[in-house]
């Protein structure tokens, strides 16, 4: 027996969870209490309480078609009935090979194979292991330095959390990171643009530090440089300048170096396209995909991989060194196979782009004036709003004020749930929220996210409703 009490209060089945009581091991050991889903119903969350939740970020993105879609559902319990796992040492699936052969079709030719994963950072660690092998196999062992980028996030394993940017994730693990790791500075114009440098000198500005640092730590002993198309959670929806991803692509080309593009958040529809990179006129060596990949119906991951790299660890070693117990699970593969076809039988990314441009244009309305919103960025349903102090000076609120934080408890009590992440001195961003709501919104939902949120936000700031 644990020795701790019933986590719901006596009697009342409706009350939240309380954390003290619980034998879950929660995230927040100190909140008091945590809401309970119970149900999903279209763009909303239901908590046991009755209450509903606008789902304005779809969780941390993945909930692209909502919590109820009667496709996936119907797949998924379809598939159940037939065998839901088999491993992938012995058999594979139809529902793992049509979801491939799917995700291939929409990418350009040089994509040609798919390795499963059951998450994000999976696919990071699956995508510099075989970045690791294929120069192995061709003859070049040296080639092992993994370069990334400040202010991004690849995932939270040991790898990941070496490779990505964020000295707030890595903090307390740093002891025990791979240090085969250098980093750049991100494409962040809000704070980097310099005064009179032009968005194209910006882009190959901040792209050229990458063969800067190839050339300072040893070009013949760099593997990859791996970054998100479109940065996410740690510098909120920051796109690329026009024309920075083809100068990374030469310069990775310069220096035989894979390119990896982690597009677990912004990827699968989430900026209106199946792949970001489409819209950079690029094409990487290594996609990581994950969250819309399965709507959240399921936990699954994938790299998308170079009939290059895929061809040289088959012609050498014959198979790649790795493999998890459930990659390829059977169910999570038929459960993305339905959300992608859902997305292309309902045109979801129309409304994807339709969405965002009314969202945008709803955020700019509404915030154009206010002190505290230095910018509103993004592209299609991926919105990034930086909240800061002074929005002249760009400075930002003190970190004990736990702006991030209330913000996030006001717009649950709103009923509304957004991603909020704390500034950060290291990456300068101040907090920041990413607006992501499912593809399947309509205009009242995104007029009911942007309201919810500007009453939010006032209550966060302690200030009259504007
Ligand atoms: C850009 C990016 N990469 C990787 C990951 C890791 O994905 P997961 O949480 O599924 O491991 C995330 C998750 O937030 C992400 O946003």
Redesign the pocket.
């Known amino acids: 027996m644990s020795g701790l009490g019933s986590a719901r209060r006596q009697g009342d089945r409706s009350s939240p969870v309380v954390v003290s009581a619980s034998a879950a091991f929660h995230r927040d050991l100190l909140a008091p209490t945590i809401r309970e889903a119970v149900k999903g119903d279209g763009v909303y969350i239901v908590d046991r309480g009755g209450k509903r939740y606008l789902d304005g970020s779809s969780g941390?993105?993945p909930s692209c078609l909502g919590h109820s879609n009667a496709a996936v559902r119907a797949a998924m319990h379809a598939q159940l009935d037939q065998i839901a796992y088999a491993h992938t040492a012995f058999f594979t699936s139809g529902p793992m090979e049509e979801l491939a052969e799917n995700l291939c079709a929409d990418a350009p030719d040089e994509l040609s194979h798919v390795w499963f994963t059951n998450?994000?950072?999976?696919?990071?660690d699956a995508a510099l292991k075989l970045a690791r092998q294929y120069f192995i196999d061709r003859g070049q062992p040296d080639r092992h330095i993994v370069i990334g980028r400040h202010g991004?996030?690849?995932?939270?394993?040991l790898a990941?959390l070496a490779a990505?940017g964020s000295e707030r994730r890595r903090g307390p693990f740093k002891p025990l990171l791979p240090t085969n790791t250098a980093h750049i500075g991100p494409a962040y114009a809000y704070r980097g643009l310099r005064e009179g440098e032009t968005s194209e000198d910006f882009a190959l500005r901040t792209a050229r530090e990458l063969e800067a640092t190839i050339e300072r730590v040893g070009p013949s002993r760099v593997s990859a440089f791996i970054c998100?198309t479109v940065?996410?959670?740690i510098l909120g929806a920051v796109t690329a300048p026009e024309g920075y991803f083809r100068e990374i692509r030469r310069i990775c080309d310069r220096y035989g170096i894979l390119l990896i593009l982690?597009?677990?958040?912004?990827g699968m529809g989430r900026v209106g396209t199946k792949y970001a990179f489409t819209q950079e006129e690029i094409c990487p060596d290594l996609v990581?995909i994950?969250?819309a990949l399965a709507g959240g119906y399921a936990?699954l991951?994938a790299v998308l991989v170079s009939s290059a790299i895929h061809d040289a660890i088959r012609d050498k070693t014959g198979f790649f060194r790795h493999g998890h117990s459930f990659h390829g699970h059977t169910l999570a593969c038929a459960a993305a196979l339905a959300v992608q076809r859902e997305i292309e039988q309902r045109d979801l990314a129309s409304n994807v782009r339709r969405s965002g441009h009314l969202l945008d244009q709803l955020l700019h309305e509404r915030f154009a004036e206010d002190p505290h919103v230095g910018d509103i960025r993004g592209r299609g349903l991926m919105q990034g709003i930086e909240i800061v102090a002074d929005r002249s000076t760009k400075q930002n609120f003190d970190a004990s004020l736990q702006i991030d934080t209330r913000l996030t408890e006001h717009a649950l009590d709103l009923g509304l749930i957004c991603y909020v992440s704390a500034s950060s001195p290291e990456s300068q961003v101040g907090d920041h929220v990413l607006l992501m709501p499912p593809y399947i919104v309509e205009p009242r939902h995104i007029e009911e996210l942007v309201d919810k949120f500007g009453r939010a936000l006032d209550r966060t700031l302690e200030r009259k409703p504007s």
């Open positions: 941390s993105g998450s994000g950072a999976e696919a990071a991004g996030y690849v995932g939270s394993t990941g990505g998100e940065v996410g959670s982690d597009e677990v958040m912004c990581m994950g969250k936990p991951g």
